[in-house]
């Protein structure tokens, strides 16, 4: 609901509710970021307490496999390999260098290709964590940890969501796609721990580490800057 008031006042107010809702999210940005290093300290040191967790996810989530959730999960985890993202990202970055959206088109290469594909690639190698040691229902190469799906699945759905509350003004259109990549951004993930290809602290890890870029790139990118809105 838009506030009553003077426009002045109403201005003054808007901007204030932004940058506090931006320095909120900057806050759970690092705290993100906090949790992804103790987890990556855990798993370097082989601690009882990823173990831990790693097998009550495990428990909690892949328990009981059955032929209908492996053809869910199998088909939702293809949403987050890297090929699909690249060929999403190329389309909708040439959309947006169409419609003269720069910062779109940034924000989105940045996320998708630097810090969801790169970035993930890179911390694998330097943190050399096999995948488990359990059946895998689908096959899967290469380290561990972090897992890139999620963090694909968060940098690439959630710079949608973000997108989306910028320049989309049609709020039943907006709240359906945000919902749709909602489910997405929670199920894909699942499906990597389902699958038996990630532990679940790989996936906590990739959550953590993916929405502290999401939102540092965010800040950088739009900073305190209000929604845009362009299309109907």
Not at 33 to 39: P, S
């Amino acid at each position: 609901m838009e506030p009553s008031g003077p426009p002045e006042f109403n201005k003054v107010m808007k901007e204030y509710e932004v940058k506090a809702t931006a320095k909120i999210q900057i806050g759970l940005a690092l705290l993100a970021l906090l949790i992804f290093i103790v987890l990556t300290w855990g798993v370097v040191q082989d601690t009882n307490w990823i173990a831990a967790i790693d097998n009550a996810g495990f428990h909690l989530i892949r328990e009981p496999l059955s032929p209908n959730r492996t053809w869910f999960f199998k088909n939702v985890t293809r949403a987050g390999n890297e090929k699909w993202s690249l060929t999403l990202m190329f389309i909708l970055a040439l959309i947006f260098i169409f419609q003269r959206k720069a910062k779109a088109t940034i924000f989105l290469i940045l996320n998708v290709s630097v810090f969801g594909l790169g970035l993930s690639t890179v911390l694998k190698m330097v943190i050399d964590r096999p995948r488990p040691h359990i059946v895998h229902l689908i096959q899967a190469h290469g380290l561990s940890f972090p897992s890139g799906h999620t963090m694909n699945a968060v940098l690439l759905y959630g710079s949608l969501i973000i997108l989306s509350n910028y320049y989309l003004s049609n709020d039943g259109l907006r709240f359906a796609l945000n919902a749709v990549l909602g489910v997405i951004i929670i199920a894909l993930p699942l499906s990597r721990i389902y699958l038996g290809v990630h532990y679940p602290t790989d996936v906590i890890a990739g959550y953590a580490l993916g929405f502290t870029m999401l939102m540092l790139s965010k800040f950088a990118i739009f900073r305190f800057q209000d929604h845009e809105v362009k299309i109907k």
